[in-house]
């Protein structure tokens, strides 16, 4: 059916018809719940190996939806499949537009800007990006354009992206098209700009972000929901935590409740390297009773939560377990492929002491120490992850008649100060059981937009694994049993699917 949307595409957006006929693009009536009734609709088939896997209807006001349960998959996939180098647009339009010109290795993300959220890509990397040697970003100039934009830079590799300016007066390749033509279009596409040279930069390359910051202020960083925290440290990517604690304070407990909050709140996937805990069942299980807040066995958690959960961690938790060795460049190198194939934004590192460390003969201790810091802070800056550190402090000494560890210090870390002197973040774990309370110290926090030093309290749940924020318990002062929270985490992490109808027969 050739109706209106056809004419709105050849018409008002400069499709030509030749490309709309080939790329098999058509118009029906469909049911869009915007505006609970049927709509004139293009419809963009999303093909894989020639077979439809979805379908994206919308009308002319730019409502859309697509098929109810359906993979979401980037629109012309097929186009780009052996090919050395393609193109990436943020809509079908825009892709259009590209193809229109002659550009065909083209592909649209599924969902549009929403799609700086790339799970839909982890598929595709190895088998669609792995062999390009040239990858042209052609994404809308606005502020979720540009996040999209950067994040695929991060995922895809900055040396064999580039990115295409608009100029003045347009924001993507359709609008380009319309105020000039089809052979100004290719031309703008194919005078895409590499990335700056890495390493060296000026003030006008940080000109979008110096604006943002102009208008909106400096970025308040990532929650966690644990206020009593939250008031203390906000997190961001491309920085080190460091968290300390003497032995059985509950450092790994409380990173895993870092890590879940991140993830089920911002959508961080993490990694993690942690041999301590293995088997990984046992770690998964933890991770899994943390989510949804019940004891994982049968008598406690129903199993379709057990399965909602295991299938959730799945898509968003990653264990590195080198076969080679367990030295730092072998972990930072799996790190850095989950980055690019699963999207990871949090790495984990836990603990230190269990890298296989080979210190030269021509370096100290301390010297090989900061060189290895430098390392993970080089890593967490150029992948843009949080990496969150967990490092033994040296024996201390007990308190006289104490049977308590003093509370250490970043400065206590076995091996150097430049656990304190060189990390972005600084925690400190201290459980005291006669207390019942778990002090959490921000000893560090380098950017004060992001926080604090200062201490918060919390009540750690043996049935859950949850801490609860509580007052400070002292000898003199017992503040009430905190309101304990079972509430399964998924149920309201988890978006509602997403409305669409199933295809018909014959489709």
Request: glycine share 8%.
């Amino acid at each position: 059916m050739n109706g209106e949307m056809m004419e709105y595409m050849v018409g008002r957006r400069g499709i030509p018809m030749d490309v709309l006929t080939r790329m098999k693009i058509e118009e029906r009536l469909e049911f869009l719940p915007q505006t609970g009734k049927e709509e004139a609709c293009i419809c963009f088939p999303y093909l894989e190996d020639g077979v439809m896997k979805n379908m994206k209807f919308r009308d002319a006001a730019k409502h859309f939806k697509m098929v109810k349960g359906a993979e979401l998959i980037p629109w012309n996939i097929d186009a780009i499949k052996g090919k050395e180098k393609c193109y990436i647009t943020e809509g079908e339009i825009d892709a259009l537009s590209l193809i229109a010109a002659g550009l065909e290795e083209v592909v649209s993300v599924p969902n549009g800007a929403g799609g700086a959220n790339l799970q839909w890509l982890d598929r595709f990397v190895e088998s669609h990006f792995d062999d390009k040697t040239e990858i042209i970003l052609a994404m809308d100039t606005d502020r979720r354009g540009v996040e999209l934009r950067d994040e695929l830079v991060r995922r895809l590799g900055m040396d064999r992206c580039k990115v295409v300016a608009w100029g003045e007066g347009c924001k993507d390749a359709n609008e380009y098209l319309l105020k000039y033509d089809l052979p100004r279009l290719r031309q703008q596409v194919e005078q895409a700009a590499e990335i700056p040279l890495e390493g060296v930069f000026c003030p006008m390359d940080e000109w979008d972000t110096l604006m943002d910051i102009y208008y909106n202020g400096m970025p308040e960083g990532a929650d966690t929901g644990l206020e009593n925290l939250d008031r203390l440290i906000k997190f961001e990517r491309g920085f080190v935590l460091t968290v300390t604690g003497v032995p059985g304070s509950g450092k790994s407990e409380f990173v895993d409740e870092i890590a879940m909050r991140l993830l089920l709140r911002h959508d961080w996937k993490v990694g993690y390297f942690s041999p301590e805990n293995t088997p990984l069942a046992y770690h998964y299980r933890k991770l899994i009773r943390r989510v949804v807040g019940k004891r994982f066995e049968h008598k406690g958690m129903p199993l379709p939560e057990a399965g909602q959960a295991i299938r959730y961690l799945a898509q968003s938790v990653f264990s590195i377990m080198p076969k080679e060795d367990f030295s730092v460049e072998s972990v930072l190198r799996i790190a850095a492929q989950l980055v690019s194939r699963k999207g990871v934004k949090v790495l984990v590192v836990d603990p230190f002491n269990r890298f296989e460390h080979q210190i030269p003969d021509w370096e100290t201790e301390t010297q090989y120490i900061s060189r290895i810091f430098d390392e993970f802070s080089n890593f967490a800056v150029k992948h843009k992850v949080l990496l969150i550190l967990v490092a033994h402090p040296t024996k201390l000494r007990r308190e006289p008649g104490s049977k308590r560890w003093p509370v250490p210090t970043l400065y206590d870390i076995n091996g150097s100060a430049a656990f304190f002197n060189k990390t972005d973040y600084g925690m400190v774990v201290d459980r005291n059981d006669e207390l019942g309370q778990v002090l959490v110290r921000v000893a560090k926090v380098r950017f004060d937009h992001l926080g604090g030093p200062g201490d918060a309290f919390f009540a750690f749940s043996t049935y859950n694994g949850r801490y609860t924020p509580t007052e400070e318990r002292t000898l003199d002062h017992n503040p009430p049993e905190p309101k304990w929270e079972h509430t399964n985490f998924l149920t309201e992490k988890l978006k509602p699917e997403q409305q669409g109808l199933g295809f018909n027969e014959g489709e």
